[in-house]
């Protein structure tokens, strides 16, 4: 967090560095973030920790955005919890917080933020600000140590990548992206595939969320920054 209190030293897209902050968060057993290698190689998909309840997309920065698949659902339809970015830098921690926040089940007893839900239930954008600012603060070597492999940039510098979550509520597929120009979660459209008997829709099985991810990667302006692109799963762990 920087003395402002307006931006944060962002997450690398590193497996390892959600899996920390989400224990940090009050994450319990069960569940942890995996490397996803291809959405469409059956041979790399085949070594994947199933189910996969959410997916973590990074992408570089675009002009222009890919053209929304749908509208926001409707209002009868039970929409997950979206969270607006408002501080610089912290698009990871939000794609974070967006599956933790929907998947509350997942969180321990004790945790900060199961807490943190409870109490702002009618609004989860209240007071999510000082939220982030009293966790930064709290969790300031983890920030400053365990935000990956490379070195850290300092909080305000300009970074061109940004994360985006995926995640299935109510048999609906959604996309949340606390930067987006809709300001609510966008409704992919429907379940397609049978849950694998979990209870949970695993969403390296649905084509949307495939077809949503290509059209984010055919969006690029430069064939090379198709290497900038990482995937990131939230999956049932068997450890």
């Not at 990871?92 to 943190?116: E, M, Q, R, V």
Request: hydrophobic share 40%; net charge negative; glycine share 6%.
């Amino acid at each position: 967090m920087n003395q402002e209190n307006t931006a944060i030293i962002p997450f690398e897209s590193d497996p390892t560095v959600f899996n920390q902050f989400a224990q940090s968060l009050g994450l319990g057993p069960g569940f942890k973030f995996i490397d996803i290698y291809s959405i469409d190689d059956e041979n790399l998909i085949a070594f994947l920790e199933r189910p996969i309840i959410g997916i973590v997309l990074l992408f570089p920065i675009q002009k222009n955005d890919p053209p929304n698949t749908n509208s926001t659902a409707s209002a009868d339809i039970s929409q997950p919890i979206w969270l607006k970015q408002t501080f610089k830098n912290a698009c990871g921690l939000y794609a974070l917080l967006h599956i933790l926040i929907n998947y509350p089940k997942l969180l321990n007893s004790d945790s900060k933020l199961l807490t943190y839900c409870k109490e702002n239930s009618d609004d989860m954008n209240k007071n999510l600000n000082q939220f982030i600012i009293d966790f930064a603060q709290t969790n300031k070597k983890q920030f400053v140590e365990g935000s990956g492999s490379s070195e850290n940039p300092n909080p305000d510098d300009v970074i061109d990548l940004h994360f985006i979550t995926f995640i299935a509520k109510d048999h609906k597929l959604w996309e949340l992206d606390g930067r987006s120009k809709i300001g609510a979660p966008l409704c992919l459209g429907g379940v397609q595939n049978a849950n694998r008997g979990s209870g949970h829709v695993d969403l390296i099985d649905e084509p949307l969320v495939k077809e949503r991810i290509l059209q984010y990667v055919n969006n690029v302006e430069n064939e090379k920054d198709k290497l900038n692109f990482s995937l990131m799963g939230f999956a049932q762990s068997f450890d």
